[in-house]
């Protein structure tokens, strides 16, 4: 057994790994700019407005590229739209309903909701603020550029798989979250929505 | 053996700034609300261990080489629950439980400090999860120290006598 006796080749190989590691992090990871910088603001069905990132947000996302817009679809109640790219920081990437639960949020539904570029999933979230109970609909993705789909393991494996061949099996996975507001009375048609930004689903 | 003690204070700086979310975590995601203190708690019986200059049967030259595996396969895949166990395992070497038992479970509840805890049970309240791990770990390191204390007793009373 290798048992590290002599300390100059130890001290050469551990500081070549430590080097090897610092250049694996530094250098460019061959991952192109977000594939959803170019979403457009206006449609036929549909407007967009951008919000600006909460504190917070920042530096939970790190560098990653995020989208995050107000968006108005006809006839629908407001929904807000997060898309984390994780090229540039695939940590960025999370299940998202680990965060709702975290900001207070319980899942009182959910469901997988078939969308054109694979599968989505549905919840239902209630919290109780001030004595009241307010109910939001939210329905998210990951996206690998090939395929949409609702597991937060595979797309921890697609990031890391991209990240260990330098994005040459595909890019990093980006995480799409629409969550209604509460504010209205009215539920989101979510079919209705998706329907109206066709852009969304198949990036 | 295993490596140098100046190689060991490198690997531990390297194991530092690759668990550099670790620190962004415990101040931001709920579910990590706590584990500063897990974390602190679990450091306990390394402090203690040092201290006493207790010796470890397990074997120093395999724990260097899967921390080195681990930090730099934390860069190559970008998984930071590596760079975590990486950090567990050098801080290990500067002192640990004795007796394969102790070790064993201050080794597991390493974890209860780790994101993936909080990740893999967040379907317990943010607070109550906090709690329950603190609690946990405080009760292993008592244990670890417990024990540390025991298996050097025939030596103290040794040395006295």
């Given at each position: 057994?290798?048992?590290?006796?002599?300390?100059?080749?130890?001290?050469?190989?551990?500081?070549?790994?430590?080097?090897?590691?610092?250049?694996?992090?530094?250098?460019?990871?061959?991952?192109?700019?977000?594939?959803?910088?170019?979403?457009?603001?206006?449609?036929?069905r549909?407007?967009?407005?951008?919000?600006?990132?909460?504190?917070?947000?920042?530096?939970?996302?790190?560098?990653?590229?995020?989208?995050?817009?107000?968006?108005?679809?006809?006839?629908?109640?407001?929904?807000?739209?997060t898309?984390?790219?994780?090229?540039?920081?695939?940590?960025?990437?999370?299940?998202?309903?680990?965060?709702l639960?975290?900001?207070?949020?319980?899942i009182?539904?959910?469901?997988?909701?078939?969308?054109?570029?694979?599968?989505?999933?549905?919840?239902?979230?209630?919290?109780?603020?001030?004595?009241?109970?307010?109910?939001?609909?939210a329905?998210?993705?990951?996206?690998?550029?090939?395929?949409?789909?609702?597991?937060?393991?595979r797309?921890?494996?697609?990031?890391?798989?991209?990240?260990?061949?330098?994005?040459?099996?595909?890019?990093?996975?980006?995480?799409?979250?629409?969550?209604s507001?509460?504010?209205?009375?009215?539920?989101?048609?979510?079919?209705?929505?998706?329907?109206?930004?066709?852009?969304?689903?198949?990036? | 053996?295993?490596?140098?003690?100046?190689?060991?204070?490198?690997?531990?700086?390297?194991?530092?700034?690759?668990?550099?979310?670790?620190?962004?975590?415990?101040?931001?995601?709920?579910?990590?609300?706590?584990?500063?203190?897990?974390?602190?708690?679990?450091?306990?019986?390394?402090?203690?261990?040092?201290?006493?200059?207790?010796?470890?049967?397990?074997?120093?030259?395999?724990?260097?080489?899967?921390?080195?595996?681990?930090?730099?396969a934390?860069?190559?895949?970008?998984?930071?629950?590596?760079?975590?166990?990486?950090?567990?395992?050098?801080?290990?070497?500067?002192?640990?439980?004795?007796?394969?038992?102790?070790?064993?479970?201050?080794?597991?509840?390493?974890?209860?400090?780790?994101?993936?805890?909080?990740?893999?049970?967040?379907?317990?309240?943010?607070?109550?999860?906090?709690?329950?791990?603190?609690?946990?770990?405080?009760?292993?390191?008592?244990?670890?120290?417990?024990?540390?204390?025991?298996?050097?007793?025939?030596?103290?009373?040794g040395?006295?006598?």
């Amino acid at each position: 057994m290798w048992s590290f006796s002599k300390p100059a080749v130890t001290w050469t190989m551990v500081l070549v790994g430590i080097f090897a590691a610092i250049l694996w992090d530094v250098l460019p990871s061959g991952n192109g700019p977000s594939r959803f910088r170019d979403l457009p603001l206006h449609g036929t069905r549909f407007r967009m407005r951008n919000v600006p990132l909460t504190e917070t947000e920042k530096a939970t996302f790190g560098g990653a590229e995020v989208v995050k817009r107000l968006i108005r679809c006809e006839g629908q109640p407001a929904i807000l739209l997060t898309v984390v790219d994780g090229g540039k920081n695939n940590h960025a990437i999370h299940d998202p309903t680990y965060c709702l639960r975290g900001a207070g949020w319980t899942i009182v539904a959910e469901n997988p909701l078939p969308i054109p570029g694979g599968t989505a999933r549905w919840v239902r979230l209630k919290q109780r603020l001030a004595g009241a109970d307010r109910e939001i609909e939210a329905v998210y993705w990951f996206s690998n550029g090939r395929q949409c789909y609702d597991s937060s393991l595979r797309s921890w494996a697609d990031g890391v798989l991209a990240r260990v061949s330098r994005h040459r099996v595909g890019p990093s996975p980006a995480l799409v979250l629409m969550h209604s507001l509460g504010q209205e009375e009215q539920y989101p048609d979510w079919e209705a929505i998706l329907r109206s930004l066709p852009a969304l689903s198949r990036r | 053996m295993g490596f140098p003690p100046a190689l060991r204070l490198v690997l531990l700086a390297f194991a530092v700034y690759q668990s550099r979310d670790l620190a962004l975590a415990w101040r931001d995601a709920p579910y990590e609300r706590f584990s500063l203190i897990a974390f602190l708690l679990w450091v306990v019986p390394v402090i203690v261990a040092r201290w006493r200059k207790e010796r470890s049967e397990a074997s120093d030259s395999v724990v260097d080489g899967i921390a080195v595996v681990c930090l730099v396969a934390k860069s190559v895949t970008g998984l930071n629950l590596l760079a975590y166990i990486g950090l567990a395992l050098m801080l290990s070497r500067f002192g640990r439980p004795t007796g394969r038992g102790a070790l064993f479970v201050w080794s597991l509840g390493a974890f209860l400090w780790m994101p993936v805890t909080g990740w893999g049970l967040s379907t317990v309240d943010p607070a109550l999860l906090g709690w329950m791990r603190v609690t946990l770990v405080a009760l292993i390191s008592l244990g670890s120290c417990t024990a540390l204390r025991s298996e050097s007793m025939p030596l103290a009373e040794g040395r006295s006598a």
